[in-house]
């Protein structure tokens, strides 16, 4: 398994422009998930998923959109680049529902700096 | 909405000795507490968990407690080696699957 992967591992953006950032899983996890880690601070939750075609807002939520159409793959799109969202993006999932679920496997992350 | 305050920010001890982080949540929603450590451009990777029914628990020289009714736990690494240097996350997870995690706790074990 390569268990969670990420791409690319670092990006350089224009204000104002947008992308995607990819996530993908193949340990067959219904709950994906994506993070922003700023420098001296934990991680905050964006976006995440409990299954296919079902997604929430996390804690700060704006600036982004997802979505979930396949169990493996949850892309983050940025609509319109600003400097603060210039951090380091971590991507993760675990199994929702059974009694060993809930630990999180992490992608290795996205370096995303916006000038 | 949820809050994890995760104290100290930065902990220096010597090898062998031990180091204790501790995290106050503020949700009683949440049912799970994983500690994450986190090496220099990498990933968090899980190290220890517990759940909500249980006090404490335990894995070689790492150690959790929770205090459900004070809504603490605390991570204690004991024998403290240089390679535990790292950056230490704790987290609280409720059932619907949201995570907080604290701040983090910068580790060095100088030799």
């Known amino acids: 398994n390569a268990g969670v992967t990420q791409t690319p591992k670092f990006q350089v953006l224009k204000t104002g422009q947008s992308m995607t950032l990819q996530c993908a899983q193949d340990?067959?996890?219904?709950?994906m998930s994506w993070y922003r880690q700023d420098p001296g601070m934990g991680l905050r939750l964006i976006h995440y998923?409990?299954?296919?075609?079902?997604?929430d807002q996390g804690e700060v939520p704006n600036g982004y959109n997802v979505s979930r159409s396949t169990t493996e793959d949850f892309p983050l799109r940025l609509l319109s680049a600003a400097p603060s969202q210039t951090s380091v993006y971590f991507c993760?999932?675990?199994?929702?529902?059974?009694?060993?679920?809930?630990?999180?496997?992490f992608g290795p992350g996205t370096r995303l700096t916006v000038t | 909405g949820e809050n994890v305050e995760q104290h100290p920010s930065t902990l220096s001890v010597q090898e062998g000795d031990s180091a204790v982080i501790k995290c106050t949540y503020s949700?009683?929603?949440?049912?799970?507490f994983p500690w994450y450590k986190q090496e220099l451009g990498k990933g968090p990777q899980l190290i220890i968990d517990?759940?909500?029914?249980?006090g404490e628990k335990k894995d070689q020289r790492i150690a959790v407690t929770l205090n459900k009714t004070a809504k603490h736990f605390s991570l204690h690494i004991t024998e403290t080696q240089p390679e535990d240097s790292a950056v230490y996350f704790c987290?609280?997870?409720?059932?619907?699957?949201?995570?907080?995690f604290g701040d983090g706790t910068t580790l060095t074990v100088k030799p």
């Open positions: 993760a999932s675990s199994e929702l529902g059974t009694p060993s679920s809930y630990e999180q496997y």
């Open positions: 340990m067959n996890h219904e709950y």
């Open positions: 998923s409990v299954g296919a075609g079902i997604t």
């Open positions: 949700d009683s929603a949440s049912n799970y």
């Open positions: 517990i759940r909500s029914n249980v």
């Open positions: 987290a609280a997870i409720t059932n619907a699957g949201k995570s907080t």
